[in-house]
């Protein structure tokens, strides 16, 4: 019996050990699951924050571009109210959020007093705000830089804070591989790499696509956009009775006069610190890009009188020169170009302007060339038959098209003579195109020139293009 005794209150004693063993782990237990559940608590929170900041920068982005569309210069004209004090490179002047920048204050700008200014808490409706920070373009790049920093409501904790930086243009017309004050119609080989568009006319005829083919871009026809075409990575067709309709996307018909003025704008850029040839002696000039970053210039004759898209003119010697700063050719008479181009650059013609031989980059993302005629981008007769060529043009008042297409050109060498023509960039004409001197025709949009645009090459109205948004690490200067 004493042994059974000790035995009991052996076992009641390593029972206690245990339960104590147990209360002690289920203790440990609940207070690592408060824990456990007081981080994650706090994560959550933190993470709500920071969500909610980083809405908050975009809504300071999207509202800084939504003055851009109101007012293209607005960051030259004021200060928005969500900025930081900006001090002017050229007069020193301090100018503090909504208030107007002068034209003496000039274009270059730096924030020395780092984010000074937070908006948003009373408009935004959620106890959060921003800073923003505005860059403007350069010479070289016509991007528009974007930094907008976010926070809760007077919240000093970095770790709170979002910083959204975003890089925005103008709208180019390069931005598309076709568009035409006419009817624009491909067949069912044809295949288009970028944004088509048909508009309205002087005469307000709302012109119409018709594309059946493959389309890797939207097609918009302000007439109608049909065809048995074959939409690849999520492009459509739009007009006006689609849904959404075309307004969803272009807010207005694009107005081909307005393109009429980037002649002007190239002309007088040119005459301040670019490259003018204007001489009504001369017939034609043939520019030739050179590898090294110049373009050899020479002056032409037509030969025996004959046309220049119908034989080669007589050239003199060439000139080199190098190929502008800011970018900006004018010719006051037709112009010939061909050549491999090392830079950026627009040549404006108050003629014709030629393709007189391959043209291509000497680095692509890089180098880009810009092409205005007054009246039409002509390939001539005399173009080598198997012909590349490269680059964003305007035919402002004619054609894009082969020569013995257009009024009183006589069709001397025929249809379909050449053997092929590859064609790679951007195309606004006026009054449609057609390359029928070649037998194969390939059409290839450029895909740089959503970033690179030409320099001094007109922009859309009510348009900007996103070209980079990338979260920053949050500073607070």
């Known amino acids: 019996m004493r042994r059974l005794r000790d035995r009991m209150r052996s076992e009641d004693g390593i029972a206690m050990v245990m339960a104590i063993g147990m209360i002690v782990l289920l203790s440990v237990l609940a207070v690592t699951l408060i824990d456990v559940m007081q981080g994650e608590a706090s994560r959550s929170r933190t993470e709500v924050k920071r969500d909610a900041a980083f809405h908050a920068a ?35 002047r301090m100018v503090a959020a909504t208030q107007p920048w002068l034209q003496a204050d000039g274009s270059v700008w730096t924030y020395p007093n780092g984010k000074d200014r937070w908006y948003g808490s009373a408009q935004l409706g959620n106890g959060y705000e921003y800073s923003l920070e505005v860059f403007p373009p350069s ?34 017309v390069s931005d598309f591989q076709m568009v035409a004050d006419a009817n624009i119609t491909y067949g069912a080989t044809a295949t288009t790499y970028g944004k088509i568009y048909a508009g309205i006319d002087a005469n307000n005829v709302a012109h119409t696509v018709r594309h059946d083919g493959t389309a890797y871009g939207n097609v918009y026809g302000e007439g109608g956009a049909s065809g048995n075409t074959t939409f690849v990575n999520g492009a459509k067709r739009y007009d006006a009775t689609t849904s ?28 301040a610190g670019g490259l003018v040839e204007d001489n009504a002696a001369v017939d034609a000039w043939w520019l030739t890009f050179q590898a090294n970053g110049q373009v050899t210039v020479q002056s032409c004759m037509k030969s ?26 004018y010719v006051g008479q037709p112009v010939i170009v061909s050549g491999i181009v090392n830079g950026r650059v627009t040549i404006g013609s108050a003629a014709d302007i030629y393709p007189g031989g391959n043209l291509d980059y000497a680095q692509s993302g890089d180098d880009v060339l810009g092409l205005v005629a007054s009246q039409s981008l002509i390939v001539p007769q005399w173009a080598p ?23 009183n050109e006589p069709d001397y060498v025929g249809n379909g003579t050449l053997a092929s023509m590859t064609f790679t960039g951007s195309t606004a004409t006026y009054g449609g195109g057609s390359m029928s001197l070649f037998q194969t025709r390939t059409y290839q949009y450029d895909s740089s020139l959503l970033y690179l645009p030409p320099p001094w090459f007109p922009t859309l109205q009510d348009a900007y293009t996103i070209v980079l948004s990338r979260e920053l690490t949050a500073t607070t200067s």
């Open 58 to 92: 975009e809504a300071g982005v999207d509202d800084y571009i939504a003055k851009l569309i109101d007012d293209r210069l607005y960051l030259n004209h004021f200060v928005h109210p969500g900025e930081a004090t900006r001090r002017s490179t050229s007069s020193g």
């Open 139 to 172: 010479a070289l790049s016509p991007l528009i830089r974007i930094v907008a920093t976010a926070r809760p409501l007077n919240d000093t904790d970095v770790r709170d804070w979002r910083e959204l930086e975003t890089l925005v243009r103008p709208s180019s």
């Open 244 to 271: 959404p309709t075309i307004r969803s996307v272009i807010r207005t018909p694009i107005n081909f006069n307005n393109f009429l003025a980037s002649l002007v704008d190239i002309r007088s850029a040119a005459g």
């Open 304 to 329: 025996g009188g004959t046309p220049i898209g119908d034989r080669k003119p007589t050239c003199g010697p060439g000139t080199p020169m190098t190929i502008p700063g800011n970018g900006a050719i």
């Open 385 to 407: 038959s198997t012909l590349s060529w490269r680059a964003a043009t305007i035919a402002q008042s004619g054609m894009f098209r082969s020569y013995g297409v257009g009024p």
